[in-house]
């Protein structure tokens, strides 16, 4: 069993992060997902330091300096920046990750994936779509509420969102 945490949309939201990385290793996860919007590379560094397992990152909007992003990523091995898109298997798990919302849902409806995870719109969702699910995790920002994280076990295939 893997449990994998899904956060995206800190904008430069320190406190937030900080916590949601605290409470997404009280859960026990193991693997850790950012669906876009870090913003300041300084974000990508803090989870490079306070979260051991391994980080896989897409690019939001709001993402800016790619090379000061691969430079910090380049000192934290753990941690793999893909892009605007990625595709991971975690423990026989097919998962794919994208910024926003119109492509991730498309993605879902392909039927491939057990867990499709987007930001971008800083509204939570987790939608059963075909035999899995279509997650945004919502913002650890928290501009328009609660900011928010979320929890994949792959043993199970259930997900759910946590409120900070």
Known sequence: MTRIA???DSHDQIAHLTGAL???QAAGAEVLLHC???CAPFMLNLIGERFTGPVHVVFGNNDGD???LQVIAAKHPQI???GIYAELNVAGRQLAMIHYPEPARRI???GVFDLVCYGHDHTRLLEPVGAGWLLNPGEVLGMKGAASW???DTETGTAKIELL
Do not use: V
Request: net charge neutral; glycine share 10%.
């Open 108 to 110: 879902a409806q392909s």
């Open 6 to 8: 899904i956060l995206s």
């Open 80 to 82: 793999t920046l893909h």
């Open 66 to 68: 790619g090379r000061l």
């Open 150 to 152: 979320a929890l994949y």
């Open 22 to 24: 605290a409470a997404a």
């Open 36 to 38: 876009g919007d870090l």
